[in-house]
């Protein structure tokens, strides 16, 4: 069974940074493309940052040059550097793993809040 549970949300005051990450239990990490996205309160999900089985990355225009994915196949965990953060980035953040027999799974997602 395949689970996703996210960590690291919280509040923290404008200009500050928090680090997300994604746990992945069940057997499909390595080559599925794995992204973070977010809800604004009252907003869609929208998508924040992806990264490939060999490791590209995309980001949202809004959090390019501030925020960073990565991942480690090792621990079977994804991770989102969250730097100089504003109140436009407050939200709950959820991981998400997209296998090749395009099968999504979700995390149940963690909030952030940013204080300003």
């Known amino acids: 069974q395949v689970q996703l549970v996210e960590s690291g949300g919280g509040l923290v005051q404008a200009g500050g940074s928090l680090r997300l990450s994604c746990a992945v239990s069940?057997?499909?990490?390595?080559?599925?493309?794995m992204s973070w996205h977010r809800q604004a309160p009252g907003k869609q999900r929208e998508l924040v940052a992806a990264?490939?089985?060999?490791?590209?990355?995309n980001y949202a225009d809004a959090v390019k040059g501030r925020f960073t994915i990565s991942k480690d196949n090792a621990k079977n965990t994804m991770y989102l550097q969250m730097n100089n953060l504003g109140p436009e980035d407050t939200g709950v953040y959820y991981c998400?793993?997209?296998?090749?027999?395009?099968?999504?799974?979700w995390g149940q997602g963690t909030q952030v809040t940013v204080s300003s």
């Open positions: 998400k793993i997209l296998t090749a027999a395009m099968t999504a799974y």
């Open positions: 069940g057997t499909i990490f390595g080559s599925n493309i």
């Open positions: 990264i490939g089985g060999g490791g590209g990355t």
